[in-house]
């Protein structure tokens, strides 16, 4: 049996437990009970130095400082990890916004795949981890996977990690997690910080519904496509902005959105120069016309009102179906685009579509 007294000595040598107000006493019995005293507050004046002391029936009694003893000691079920990817969170700024677990796993892998090593080895030397980094980006993933499915298969522990947050959210990993499941290989999400979620939670607008876009494709056709349907969405929607591109992004969405429609920019969340922007969109067009942000942007705008759709005129409908095919799309895409957005069933648009712009379509069976 174990037994394990914490001592608070008094200033002067040599008391004895008549003095009850000197000392902090805590008994470990069994594993699951711990019976503690607690000098009155009083007598708490001073900050005094702890002593530890371990005795049992076969180890004599040593000193251990209690500055390096973990909050709570992992059990023998937690202490042991099996083989799986782990899919580990890590700060999106903010090195102290990493969990207790995520630790653990980082320090127990065989190997931690990194979005970039230098970048995610300062963290680790921040906390002392030794475990071996592997580069595991979008350019090498392709090249990377058998291989790490090898060690998995051999019963390997890997961690994946990303420069910052959630791996497989804009980051490298869903194809590796894709690949282990249908290998039949464990998954295991250590949860973490998120750029989205963070800013969602502190912008002030619902989070009842949300819609994760992410980052924008690059051609101008298939982005303002993204952006026609996210306008015509109640969800509130999330975007991820490159610094470079936010003047561009306020204009497209001004066009589509409309200027009243209140946003929220984030940036450098977590991080020492963190900024919420709260306003417009047409006032963030002035605010940010002669000043470009730093850092990583994360743009929330409100969903439309106004749920009920009104039905368009032929009119309308013609020039949002003439504008999409200008831009290199199919009939049935701009079809399937307009009608996203719109109370009209598909096949009626579809109809429009022919009498307006001929046959030069995809064929009926796209459009349902």
Known sequence: ????????????????????????????QTLSTIAVKVAPPSTLHYRRRFALFLSSDSHPASTVDPTQLPLQEPSSKQATLKSGLYLVGTPIGNLEDITLRALR????????????????GKLLQHYSIKTPLLSY????????????????????????????????ISDPGSELAKLCVKANISVIPIPGPCAFVTAL????????????????????????ERLTVSSKDSATQIFYVPPHKLSQFLEETSS?????????????ITKMHEEFWRGTIGEAKVAFMDRQPKGEITFLIEGKMNCEVETPSEAQLEKELEE???????????????????AMKRKAI?????????????????VG
């Open 256 to 268: 589509l959105f409309g200027e009243s429609r209140r946003c929220v920019m984030a940036r450098e």
């Open 105 to 120: 796993v980082l320090r127990s892998a065989d190997v931690i795949l990194a979005e970039d090593t230098r970048h995610s």
């Open 350 to 366: 579809y109809s429009l579509a022919l009498r307006k712009f001929g046959k030069q379509h995809d064929g009926v069976e796209n």
């Open 201 to 224: 939670s502190a912008s002030g607008l619902s989070t009842i519904e949300f819609t994760f876009v992410g980052f924008l494709p690059k051609n101008a056709g298939p982005r303002r």
């Open 1 to 28: 049996m174990l037994r394990m007294t914490i001592s608070r000595f008094p200033a002067m040598l040599g008391a004895t437990s008549s003095t009850p107000s000197s000392w902090w006493s805590i008994t470990h």
């Open 137 to 168: 980006h979008k350019f090498n993933e392709t090249q990377r996977e058998q291989s790490i499915l090898k060690r998995l298969i051999d019963g390997e522990i890997v961690a994946l990690i990303s420069d910052a947050g959630t791996p497989g």
């Open 324 to 342: 999409l095919m200008s831009n290199g799309h199919s009939l049935s895409t701009a079809v399937k685009v307009v009608a996203a957005g719109s």
